[in-house]
């Protein structure tokens, strides 16, 4: 075993949108010992259930409908308008944990969409049905156009005025590739206006993560099946090292994957929590010290 190196990169994990959103639940779970939380508080069941053993209960929109006078965490990815005067009916006291870069994109959408004229069309490139986009969209009164890949593009009319913009944990890479689509396709008499609203803390480390991936034989990449930003890492991990493979803990592991290997790395999404990829280390060493 002592010939093996396991490594986990310390770029890895958390985002501090997530840190601070945990942190607000177990502070307020300290205190009382029970909080709601609208939707799963990050994309990643273990810590999901580390915390529900604290006493957080996860709930639905429909569930939030026929709650009252008690406390609901919204976590990082944000929620539309009417979530908030749900709440207000319901005299549900908010602890609002939305990540300062959504907060800022939710604005900046809903000033664009304040200030516009009726012939101008808001695009949000994003994942269809996920919580952060549900909130963007929301900021329109739900009229924005959500586009996951080229193909979506025909939902555009490009003979009408563009506005677009991502969500904050789409590539870079895919933006500009829909942005040179727009453009190729758009009538030239109208207005093309994008904003490359990506977090700067999650594409920055892609290269981070490429540089750690290339410098191990076997690459662990944890991560929750949930997490739009794990399918992405992961993908860039593999991009470089063939030899990466998705796990959602170490109950996941194969053992054959380990044989004949002397470099091991472990790493995570931005969702995936630091001892979940010491967990995975542990059993890593639990399987070479008995084999």
């Not at 006078?69 to 319901?90: D, S």
């Not at 500009?176 to 727009?182: F, R």
């Not at 994957?257 to 542990?282: F, H, Y």
Request: hydrophobic share 35%; with cysteine.
């Amino acid at each position: 075993m002592s010939q093996v190196k396991i490594e986990i990169d310390n770029d890895s994990g958390f985002c501090f949108g997530v840190v601070t959103a945990i942190t607000k639940a177990e502070e307020e779970l300290d205190n009382t010992g029970r909080l709601y939380c609208l939707g799963d508080i990050v994309h990643n069941s273990d810590e999901v259930d580390r915390l529900c053993n604290k006493g957080l209960i996860t709930i639905t929109h429909n569930d939030m409908s026929r709650l009252n006078n008690v406390k609901v965490l919204l976590r990082a990815h944000g929620e539309p308008p009417a979530t908030y005067e749900l709440a207000n009916r319901n005299n549900i006291e908010i602890i609002d944990a939305t990540c300062p870069v959504v907060l800022q994109l939710q604005r900046r959408i809903k000033r664009t969409y304040d200030s516009l004229n009726d012939n101008t069309q808001i695009v949000i490139y994003g994942k269809i049905g996920h919580a952060e986009v549900n909130g963007l969209v929301g900021q329109t009164q739900g009229k924005a156009i959500v586009v996951e890949n080229i193909d979506d593009l025909q939902k555009i009319d490009f003979d009408n005025n563009i506005a677009l913009y991502s969500q904050t944990t789409k590539s870079p890479e895919g933006f500009a590739e829909i942005v040179a689509e727009i453009n190729r396709r758009k009538n030239p008499t109208t207005t093309f206006e994008y904003y490359d609203t990506i977090c700067r803390q999650v594409s920055g480390r892609v290269s981070r993560l490429q540089k750690f991936a290339s410098s191990h034989q076997l690459i662990l990449f944890v991560s929750g099946k949930k997490s739009s930003n794990g399918k992405i890492l992961y993908e860039q991990c593999r991009a470089v090292n063939p030899l990466t493979h998705l796990i959602s803990n170490a109950d996941e592991l194969n053992p054959e994957w380990l044989q004949d290997i002397n470099s091991i790395g472990i790493c995570g999404a931005t969702s995936t929590p630091r001892w979940l990829m010491e967990k995975v280390k542990e059993h890593i060493e639990s399987i070479l010290s008995n084999g």
